[in-house]
């Protein structure tokens, strides 16, 4: 049976988070956590494929798409435990995970707090931290006092994607800023505190799970360097450089999809 369904949950702290499944109910669960600016469809274009192998849970991070947005700022463990609130709440005892940037953060913590929750950790384009601190509190503060998304919106997209994609009008690339552009400041804000504050860099040692982490070879934001440095500090992680900027699941699509495919699904 095929599903298609969204709806929502309410969190201890009173935040509706907005999920969606889609795929087969009898497959593993693979839970899908977004980056910064985005929402649950930033993962469109792959749910074709993943979903031959997996039941796919999606869901928009607080501050994000159809879920609330509660003043910030947010904290990294808010984060993780809004979606160990949505596993409890779905009844999900266990499920895959696979996050990109702050969802790889996510990913990263619950692997760290709650390893008994996942099965196969995928960490995409993501670091174990993004220091130092302070050079996120002006970015925070011109944010929350600019008019509108629009500058923000345009310097995430060439943060994001290859010059070639951002030229002329790219079907894609105009519904990330789409996306963008309707995200409520705060909601980007309060959630790039959760980025100043963090650092995982000791407790990512922590993590049992078996772990992938994907690196973007030409990635500005969390750097094929921080890519290594997570892969050798997360016991046995394996490491893979995509020749993509930032959106490896959207540049490299087809190589993405068969890293992920590959490692979740082989025989142990």
Same mark, same amino acid.
């Given at each position: 049976m095929t599903s298609h369904v969204r709806t929502a949950i309410t969190t201890?702290? +009173? $935040?509706?988070?907005?999920?969606?499944f889609d795929g087969d109910e009898h497959k593993p669960v693979l839970l899908l956590s977004n980056s910064i600016g985005t929402d649950l469809h930033m993962w469109d274009g792959q749910v074709p494929a993943l979903s031959e192998h997996f039941r796919l849970l999606r869901y928009d991070a607080r501050g994000h798409g159809a879920s609330d947005v509660p003043d910030g700022p947010y904290s990294l463990d808010r984060l993780g435990r809004d979606v160990v609130e949505l596993l409890d709440a779905l009844g999900l005892e266990r499920v895959h995970v696979l996050g990109l940037s702050l969802g790889g953060i996510v990913a990263q913590w619950l692997g760290i707090h709650v390893p008994q929750r996942v099965?196969?950790? $995928?960490?995409?384009?993501t670091a174990?931290?993004? +220091?130092?601190?302070?050079?996120?509190?002006?970015?925070?503060?011109?944010?929350? *006092?600019?008019?509108d998304m629009r500058a923000t919106a345009e310097n995430f997209l060439h943060n994001w994607f290859p010059a070639r994609?951002?030229? +002329?009008?790219?079907?894609? $690339? *105009?519904g990330f800023r789409r996306t963008l552009l309707a995200t409520r400041r705060? %909601?980007?804000? %309060?959630s790039w505190a959760a980025v100043r504050d963090y650092d995982l860099r000791r407790t990512v040692t922590l993590i049992p799970n078996p772990t992938l982490v994907i690196a +973007? *070879?030409?990635d500005t934001v969390t750097s094929a360097a921080h890519?290594? *440095?997570?892969a050798a500090t997360v016991p046995g992680a394996r490491f893979t450089v995509l020749p993509t900027v930032h959106m490896a699941n959207i540049e490299g699509q087809a190589q993405f999809l068969d890293a992920v495919v590959s490692f979740l699904t082989e025989q142990t």
């Open positions: 201890g702290d +009173g $935040v509706r988070i907005a999920y969606r099965d196969r950790l $995928v960490l995409s384009n174990a931290y993004l +220091g130092p601190p302070g050079q996120w509190d002006r970015p925070i503060a011109d944010l929350l *006092e600019a008019p994609m951002l030229q +002329g009008d790219n079907e894609v $690339v *105009e705060e %909601g980007v804000a %309060g +973007g *070879e030409h890519g290594k *440095e997570l």
